[in-house]
């Protein structure tokens, strides 16, 4: 099975802030990565797919870049609503998708 | 647009079986576009992936689960369900549906439901 280790696990920031969250994948997964946002209480929200396509909607602070085993999705200035935890899920095995274990994004 | 509601028992006992459905509202699950999802998270932990199913193939769960679980769609009610039997207290979690896009080999969730919490207890 594809492992995904997101780092770090959390952190903390400011409003205004660059803040970039690494996942790294245990095998190559080429761009069959995407990453998601969940909020205390809801249901995690898409945010990226094919590694770096914006969702339709979601603000272009956020973007993703990477191939292969290393990824990063970066919010170039940190708004008051994106202090969630954030999720990357890679679907390289198609039959058998996997989640990071999330990084938690705080003041 | 596409909403997903999931329902079912909020308290299962041990050993029993862990039945819910999800209605499908705006879309439909005979969509040849779209596959359909079961992700669950237990309290204050992360995602896990359950299976997904395309409404005219067959399904597909994580390993660790696929001995006690089915996942099938119900087209004349645009509902996709899930059972899980045998459960522990590990299954006690929020289990969300959602609508899983193709996109070549990439696979992303792109429609959620707003999850249902299940707790495991006698």
């Known amino acids: 099975d594809i492992q995904l280790t997101q780092s770090p696990s959390s952190l903390s920031a400011s409003v205004g802030d660059r803040v970039t969250i690494t996942c790294r994948a245990s095998q190559s997964i080429s761009t069959y990565l995407s990453w998601y946002q969940q909020k205390p209480g809801k249901a995690p929200k898409l945010l990226i797919f094919?590694?770096?396509k914006l969702q339709s909607g979601v603000p272009s602070r956020f973007s993703g870049s990477g191939a292969g085993t290393d990824f990063t999705l970066t919010i170039s200035s940190l708004q008051p609503e994106d202090f969630a935890t954030y999720y990357c899920l890679q679907s390289f095995t198609s039959l058998v998708l996997s989640f990071g274990g999330g990084t938690k994004v705080e003041i | 647009q596409v909403q997903l509601q999931e329902s079912g028992p909020g308290l299962v006992k041990p050993s029993r079986t862990l039945s819910l459905t999800c209605t499908v509202s705006g879309g439909s699950v005979r969509s040849g576009a779209d596959y359909w999802s079961w992700i669950r998270q237990s309290p204050g932990k992360g995602l896990e992936w359950i299976g997904f199913?395309?409404?005219?193939?067959?399904?597909y769960y994580t390993p660790s689960l696929k001995s006690r679980l089915v996942i099938s769609v119900d087209t004349s009610n645009n509902q996709l369900s899930l059972r899980l039997n045998s459960v522990t207290a590990a299954d006690t979690a929020i289990y969300y549906c959602a609508r899983m896009k193709r996109e070549g080999g990439n696979y992303y969730f792109d429609v959620w439901g707003q999850g249902i919490l299940v707790t495991v207890s006698s």
């Open positions: 094919a590694a770096s």
């Open positions: 199913i395309f409404h005219s193939g067959s399904p």
